[in-house]
Structure formats: C-alpha cells, structure tokens
C-alpha cells in the first residue's frame, strides 16, 4: 500500500491507522507512550536502540518516529539519519524526545535530520497536536509526490508524443522539398508547432511551384492541415497540374476536414521554367511586392480571393494574377505574423516598416528582415508565427525530359457566348480542363490558361465593354477598374463572344482564336511600359508564351498559335 492510501482516502473509506514507532531505551518511557497513542488510535511499533529503529523502518511502513537520544548500540544522533535515507524521498517525521535541555544538543536534533523534539517529561496535549501535525505533512507531501511523478509521466508521454509529431510533420512537409537556388525562407514559429507552411516544389517538366500558408491560430491544432495541403500540393505538382487546380482541391479538403472556424490564407505560385513569368493564386495573406534587387516596389500584388478552405466548390475562385518577370526583380511573400509584430508601445511593425527593413537591408535577406522585426519588438513576446519567403527568379531544368505521346487525333471546339451568357458563365476553366484531357497536353495545362483567359477578358473588358486599364495605375484606380467592369456587364445587352480552339498534330501547334462582336480595340496601346505599373501585362504575357500572337485590323480578334 502507498503513503497516499494508508493516510487518507475518498470520504468514507475506512483508512488503517497511523503507524508510529517509538524508539527508547527505557521500557517503561516505551510503554507511556503507548498506552497514550493508543488511546488516540494509533498502531504503536517499539524499538529500544537505534539499530533496531533503523531495521524496522527497513522492513515495516512507518509513519512517524518518536526518537530518544542516548541509547546503547545507536543512539539517536546516529540512527535519524539512516532513518531519513530509509525513508527515500517520502517525508517520514523524526519527533526527537529528550531530557536534554542544552541549546546545542537541540540544534544537533534538528541537524542530523529530525524534524522537531519533545522534552521529557512530555505534555501529552502538545503531542498529540505535533502528531496531527507532522502527520497532515506528511499525507500532503505523499499526495504531492503522487502528483509530481502522475505529472512526469505524462510530460515523458507527451514529449514523446511531440517527437513523434514532429518525425511525422517533418517528413510529411520536407521529404519533397524542392527549393532552388534563390529562393530565401523563414518560418519562425510562436508556439513548438508552426501554424505557417512553406512548400516548394520542381514539375516534371521544369516549373517551380511555391507555397505559402497561414493557418487560423498557431500551434499544433493549427498545424494539422499543414498534413492535407503537403500531400495535395506535392501529388499535384508532379502530375502538371496548373496553380488554379492545385488551389482549388487543397480548398476543397480544408472544406471538408476544417471545423467553421479555421481556414488557411494562402499564395500559391508558379514560376515558369524561364523565369520570366510568373502565375500566382492569392487567397487571404496580406499583399506580395515585386522589388528590384534596391528593394524598391516595382509592383504591389493585391489577394483576391478568400482564403482555402472557407468556400464551397462551386463558389470557388479561380482567377489569377499574371506578372512577367524583369532581370533581377525578386518576389516578396509574407504571413501577417511579421507586420502585426508589436514593441512595448503596442504599436505594430507594419506594412511600411517590412518594406523600409527591406530597403535598408544590407543582403536584402530573410535574416536581416527577422532581425528587423525582433529589434523593433525590443524583446516583445511573439504571439504569432512568423513566415518571409523571398524569391529570386531564376531557370529551372525540368527533373527529367518527360516525353508524353501527344495525340494523333485533329480537334476543332468553338463556343460562342451571347450577352446574357458572358454576364453569369466564365467559360475558360471548363474549355482549358477539357483540352487538358487530351494526350500529351496536361504539361501545358497553366500556359493555355493564361493565354485563353487573357485574350478571353481583353475581348470582353476592351472590346465589349470598352474599359481602359490605365484606370490600375493607382490601388483606388485598380478598386474603380472592377467596379466600373461590373456594373458593364450587368449592363450589357447585346454583343458576342466566340472562342474557337483547333489543334494540328502534324505541326504540333494549338490555335486559339477570340473574337468578339464590339468596335474593336487598339491592342498596340495594351503593351506593358518597362517599369512595372500594375496593369497592361496581358499582351506581354500572350506574346511571351506563345509561338505568335497577331490581330486582325479591326483589333476585335487575335489569333494565337502555341507549338507543343
């Protein structure tokens, strides 16, 4: 039976009583005080020298000691602390009961390990009441050390458990992590798991995929749909899948496995394999920059969309942003962890702060900008994780030069959309989802999306609806551009747009031809300027990823020829 059971228990369970051992040389001393502890209900065992105390602690459970001084064989002095080391570390009182009255031989008591002393003759009132006394502590310090190992068994379970997670998490994000040269990242965590993911990885044919998310709180709970997202995202990369497709089955898991409240902002990025555009689907986390190599913003990229794991599928989203890529410019990626970071006057590093820190950055690194974040906190608890992902663009070899059949067979598909259809239905998914099921055509899903998105929304917002993107010269103008494309089309009446998609295989080539029912547009006007000003891009891109672009007279159709 443990210390805990034998002095105290649930409420009315009967408990055995007390055990104290009297220790005397004098039998009759021996039988005074048994006949008293009896009287009080106490198991009485004697010992009449210290030798024969020692061997009964050894071999009995003791609760308490009333210990005599001057004994043949072992005296007191000698026998309390053999006594204590019996006890282990359990709290086992050493009551020593003395004639001697010398202010020495009491200090000594307590020196060699006894707990408190009784002079002879003793008052039976005041031992009875140390009895209850060193006995509470006793039961206390039993209950105690009950608690302290039932506590240091779980934290061992739960350490060991941590590891195990850990293994698990470090295996399930970093086994397939594929970061290329020029790519500067940092996740810093506010609690022992991070609620911030990183990943990277290489396609079969040569296009590097980023990811960066942010999970709702921080810590293991928010880690576990760190799990889910590694496994599509990784799965989905090597197959060739575009951006837009990886983020939506990610989103579509998170629906399903989340509870209401948690979601996880993410930007997910494609860079091709020349390193001279990139496609990024921007869902929750707080805007990217695109600098030059000074850290001057070349170009603000806003987020569009909710962030995973909130919609439905059929309410998901998924429009991109398109940037063509100079020399040198490098793209900044950031969790809200860093900007919402505090300093003692509770005032927030920002967004204006990240990018001062950028500027002012010697190395213009991840280090120097955390190093930033942690001086202005001035020592500040993290509360939040802190994630930083700088790329620099560079070419990618594809892993290995896989050569899918392409199909033999022609194809010819032509849509056409009248008004009412252009205001409710966005047919470019569906068609470049379609002509990705042919042979030999996944690899080049996230090309002809651009292309045929772009031309498609040049023909709708230039030449039906007649907008002008120099509107997105500023954020407020780039708010206003929207607005205004909205309330058009929910405005338009009439007009047409027909999309028609011939493939040659003799010639390996893919054409794409949209044409639309407005007056036309001067498409020379449309060219990006050389510094980056947030709108004008789709031409260039048209132009860099296709085999030729041109446009009729009119400028209301544009035929684009892309060789496989």
Not at 53 to 79: F, N, R
Not at 138 to 162: G, I
Not at 250 to 265: D, K, T
Request: hydrophobic share 40%; net charge negative; proline share 5%.
């Amino acid at each position: 039976m443990t210390e805990a059971g034998r002095l105290g228990g649930p409420s009315g369970v009967t408990q055995p009583p007390p055990v104290v051992l009297v220790v005397d040389d004098q039998p009759l001393n021996r039988q005074l005080l048994r006949s008293l502890l009896e009287r009080e209900h106490y198991c009485v065992l004697e010992a009449e020298n210290g030798a024969d105390a020692v061997a009964l602690v050894t071999s009995m459970a003791v609760d308490v000691v009333l210990l005599d001084i001057m004994m043949p064989t072992l005296d007191g002095y000698q026998a309390a602390p053999q006594i204590k080391r019996q006890a282990g570390g359990a709290y086992l009182p050493i009551i020593f009961i003395t004639a001697l009255e010398e202010q020495q031989a009491l200090a000594r008591c307590l020196d060699v390990g006894g707990d408190d002393f009784m002079p002879k003759p003793f008052d039976a009132h005041i031992l009875r009441a140390k009895l209850r006394a060193h006995l509470r502590i006793r039961q206390l310090m039993a209950q105690s050390m009950e608690q302290t190992r039932a506590l240091s068994y779980y934290q061992r379970q739960t350490e060991r458990e941590y590891e195990l997670v850990e293994h698990i998490f470090a295996n399930a994000l970093q086994r397939k992590m594929k970061v290329p040269t020029g790519v500067d990242w940092h996740l810093s965590a506010a609690a022992m798991f991070n609620g911030d993911v990183f990943l990277s990885a290489l396609s079969p044919n040569g296009i590097q995929y980023f990811l960066l998310g942010d999970f709702t709180g921080h810590g293991l709970v928010a880690a576990v749909g760190a799990l889910p997202v590694a496994r599509i995202f990784y799965t989905m990369v090597e197959k060739n899948f575009a951006v837009a497709d990886i983020a939506r089955e990610i989103n579509q898991a998170l629906e399903h496995l989340l509870p209401a409240h948690m979601f996880c902002a993410a930007t997910l990025c494609e860079l091709n394999a020349s390193a001279q555009s990139a496609t990024l689907w921007m869902g929750g986390l707080p805007d990217a920059f695109l600098l030059d190599q000074q850290g001057r913003v070349l170009q603000r990229l806003q987020s569009r969309h909710m962030a995973l794991g909130i919609l439905e599928d059929d309410e998901f989203e998924r429009n991109l942003v398109h940037i063509t890529l100079e020399d040198n410019a490098r793209l900044l990626l950031y969790t809200d962890g860093i900007i919402e970071a505090v300093n003692e006057q509770d005032q927030q590093f920002g967004e204006q702060g990240l990018l001062n820190a950028m500027a002012a950055s010697a190395k213009r690194n991840s280090a120097d900008i955390l190093a930033a974040v942690q001086a202005f906190s001035g020592g500040h608890k993290q509360t939040d994780d802190y994630s930083l992902v700088l790329i620099d663009p560079q070419p990618q070899r594809p892993i290995e030069p896989t050569i899918e059949r392409l199909s033999q067979l022609p194809l010819s598909l032509c849509l056409a959309l009248d008004a009412q259809q252009l205001k409710s239905l966005d047919p470019v998914p569906e068609l470049i989802d379609q002509v990705a099921s042919i042979p030999g055509f996944r690899a080049h899903k996230s090309a002809l999306f651009i292309l045929l998105s772009e031309a498609y929304n040049n023909a709708l917002e230039h030449g039906l609806l007649a907008l002008d993107s120099g509107l997105k010269r500023s954020d407020a103008g780039f708010i206003e551009y929207y607005a205004r494309r909205e309330r058009a089309l929910a405005q338009l009446e009439s007009g047409h747009i027909r999309l028609d998609i011939a493939y040659r295989p003799t010639q390996r080539q893919l054409q794409l031809t949209v044409t639309d029912s407005g007056p036309g547009f001067n498409h020379r006007c449309h060219r990006p300027p050389k510094q980056y000003q947030g709108y004008g891009c789709g031409i260039a891109l048209l132009h860099e990823l296709a085999t030729t672009v041109s446009y009729n007279d009119k400028g209301n159709q544009v035929l684009i020829t892309y060789t496989l």
